[in-house]
């Protein structure tokens, strides 16, 4: 069964700091540029970062420029988001999503594989 599983969210007040993974089963990433989105309620589903096949490039929305961090371990068949200095705006549901291109994708329904998502509570 081909998954993607995103973890790592929670409740964090502003300014701090969380790492979201996304584990792959059942397929490898290693070609795959991935990408993470995210949707707060009553918006549209929106990107925040890429990261190409190889890793040796990044995109970031300018919304988490400077902020947040995406890295992947293709050894662990992992990817992950760093999310440093958040703000009560960076409330969401967080996906990740794996498109069959070693390039960054521009559209959302070029990404095959998505996760159930994960919670990111931003609040004091």
């Known amino acids: 069964q081909l998954q993607l599983v995103e973890s790592g969210g929670g409740l964090v007040q502003p300014g701090g700091s969380l790492r979201l993974s996304c584990a792959a089963s059942?397929?490898?990433?290693?070609?795959?540029?991935i990408g993470w989105f995210r949707q707060a309620p009553g918006k549209e589903r929106e990107g925040v970062s890429c990261?190409?096949?190889?890793?040796?490039?990044?995109n970031y929305a300018d919304s988490v420029k400077g902020r947040f961090t995406i890295s992947r371990d293709n050894a662990k068949n992992t990817v992950y988001l760093q999310m440093n200095s958040l703000r009560p705006e960076d409330t969401a549901v967080y996906y990740c999503?794996?498109?069959?291109?070693?390039?960054?994708?521009?559209?959302?329904?070029?990404?095959?594989?998505w996760g159930q998502g994960t919670q990111v509570t931003v609040s004091s």
């Open positions: 990261i190409i096949s190889s890793g040796g490039r990044t």
């Open positions: 999503a794996a498109a069959p291109f070693s390039n960054c994708r521009s559209f959302r329904s070029e990404y095959k594989y």
């Open positions: 059942g397929f490898t990433l290693d070609y795959l540029s």
